[in-house]
C-alpha cells in the first residue's frame, strides 16, 4: 500500500462510493455516498440530502473516508442501514482516499434540506488492484438501494419506485452472484415496505 493526496480512481459521472465520518460517540458511520465528476476546476464534489449522520459529521469534523469496494452487502448497508465502525476504512476497500470537506453551496428541494460539499483529497491508498468486469447483478443492487432510499420522499412517485426495486430483484435473481443475492437479502430486510 503507497498513501498519496489523489484521487485513487478516475471520477466521471457519478461515482458510487462509501464513506465513514467520525461521530460524537467516536465511531465512523458508514453511508453511502455519490461523487460528481472533477468540475472545471478539478473540484471533487458531493451532495448530502437531510441532516443525517454523514451532514453533521461533514459539518462538525470537516472530513471523512470515501473509499471504493465491490462488496454488494458492504453498499447495501452503507445506504440502507445505520452501520458504525471502530476504524475508518472497510476491510473490503479497494482503495480509500481522506477527504477535508468544503461547504460550496446548501439549500432546499421540497423539503428537503441538501448541503453540496467539495471534497479534497489530503491522502489515499490503493488496497488492492483489480481487473474490472461489468456485472448486471452488483448494478441492480446498487440502483435498488437508490431507488429503496427514495420510497418515502415526496419528491417521487412510490409506486414507480417500488416498480423499480421489483426489477432489480429480477435481475440479480437471474444475473446475481451469491454475494449479490445476499446483498439483495439484506435490503429487503432493511426497507419497510412490500414489493
Do not use: I
Not at 476504524?87 to 434540506?113: C, K, M, N, Y
Not at 489530503?122 to 447483478?137: D, L, M, Q
Not at 437471474?174 to 435490503?187: C, H, Y
Amino acid at each position: 500500500m503507497t498513501e498519496s493526496a489523489d484521487w485513487p480512481v478516475e471520477l466521471a459521472g457519478v461515482t458510487e462510493s462509501v464513506v465513514t465520518t467520525l461521530g460524537p460517540n467516536g465511531l465512523y458511520n458508514v453511508a453511502a455516498l455519490g461523487l460528481h465528476e472533477p468540475d472545471a476546476d478539478g473540484k471533487v464534489t458531493a451532495t448530502t440530502w437531510g441532516r443525517t449522520r454523514t451532514w453533521r459529521n461533514f459539518s462538525e469534523r470537516g472530513e471523512g473516508h470515501v473509499q471504493f469496494t465491490r462488496d454488494p452487502v458492504d453498499f447495501a448497508e452503507a445506504a440502507l442501514s445505520v452501520r458504525e465502525e471502530a476504524e475508518p476504512v472497510l476491510d473490503s476497500a479497494d482503495a480509500w482516499v481522506r477527504v477535508r470537506v468544503e461547504r460550496l453551496s446548501e439549500g432546499e428541494d421540497g423539503d428537503t434540506q441538501w448541503v453540496e460539499w467539495a471534497l479534497v483529497p489530503e491522502a489515499s491508498a490503493v488496497e488492492r488492484r483489480v481487473v474490472p468486469t461489468t456485472k448486471r447483478g452488483h448494478a441492480a443492487v446498487v440502483e435498488a438501494t437508490v431507488a429503496a432510499s427514495r420510497l418515502d420522499v415526496p419528491a417521487y412517485d412510490r409506486e414507480t419506485m417500488l416498480d423499480r426495486l421489483r426489477y432489480f430483484e429480477s435481475v440479480v435473481e437471474t444475473a446475481g452472484s451469491e454475494r449479490e443475492r445476499a446483498a439483495f437479502d439484506r435490503l429487503r430486510e432493511l426497507v419497510d415496505a412490500e414489493w
